[in-house]
């Protein structure tokens, strides 16, 4: 049981590159989320999924575009990096919707 | 916009001290989480509380709900090095759309 995994682990992007980050669970939970987490921010939720085929904006989702083609995987796509969005990404799982088993993160930087 | 306020936001303390942990909210919670997160890795959950009043503890770690439901702490009894990580309270229910607000974040440092 691999619980939720990530891809790539780190990455560096240049200004207007785009990019997808992976994440992928197999504990066939419904809901699942995308965080950043930036210095003395805690976590915020940029997009999250309750269900395949039904996804709805967090409170950061600007510049950032998801899709729910199939339960296990949540994939989290970049349109045109800045360097706003350099932080650490996490995606995330839930049976129950608040309880929460995190990946183990994706390190972005956007020179 | 829905804030977890949490206190202190650093802490450095000697082994086989005590702490608290604050997480203050004006929202109410169906449900509070604390989760906690070692540097390079994802946040772990430690504890759901879900009934005002309500006091969970683990091994050496006390949670405590408000009677409200709008507040939080965790207290850790005799830290120890093992303890070194950043505290995350989240909470979550109706109110907030379903949806998970997080704190800010205590980093604590314990220091054998």
């Known amino acids: 049981n691999a619980g939720v995994t990530q891809t790539p682990k780190f990455q560096v992007l240049k200004t207007g590159q785009s990019m997808t980050l992976q994440c992928a669970q197999d504990?066939?939970?419904?809901?699942m989320s995308w965080y950043r987490q930036d210095p003395g921010m805690g976590l915020r939720l940029i997009h999250y999924?309750?269900?395949?085929?039904?996804?709805d904006q967090g409170e950061v989702p600007n510049g950032y575009n998801v899709s729910r083609s199939t339960t296990e995987d949540f994939p989290l796509r970049l349109l045109s990096a800045a360097p706003s969005q350099t932080s650490v990404y996490f995606c995330?799982?839930?049976?129950?919707?608040?309880?929460?088993?995190f990946g183990p993160g994706t390190r972005l930087t956007v020179l | 916009t829905q804030l977890l306020e949490q206190s202190p936001q650093f802490l450095s303390i000697q082994e086989g001290e005590n702490l608290t942990v604050y997480c203050n909210s004006s929202?109410?919670?169906?449900?509070l989480q604390w989760y906690r997160q070692e540097p390079g890795e994802g946040p772990v959950l430690l504890v759901t509380?879900?009934?005002?009043?309500e006091v969970k503890k683990l091994k050496r770690l006390t949670f405590q709900f408000g009677d409200a439901r709008k507040d939080s702490s965790l207290h850790i009894t005799a830290a120890q090095p093992g303890d070194t990580g950043l505290y995350l309270c989240?909470?979550?229910?109706?109110?907030?759309?379903?949806?998970?607000?997080f704190g800010q974040g205590t980093e604590l440092s314990v220091k054998p």
């Open positions: 509380v879900v009934t005002g009043g």
């Open positions: 929202s109410v919670f169906s449900s």
């Open positions: 504990m066939n939970h419904e809901y």
């Open positions: 989240a909470g979550g229910g109706y109110n907030q759309g379903g949806k998970l607000i």
């Open positions: 999924s309750v269900g395949a085929g039904i996804t």
């Open positions: 995330a799982s839930s049976y129950r919707r608040v309880e929460q088993f």
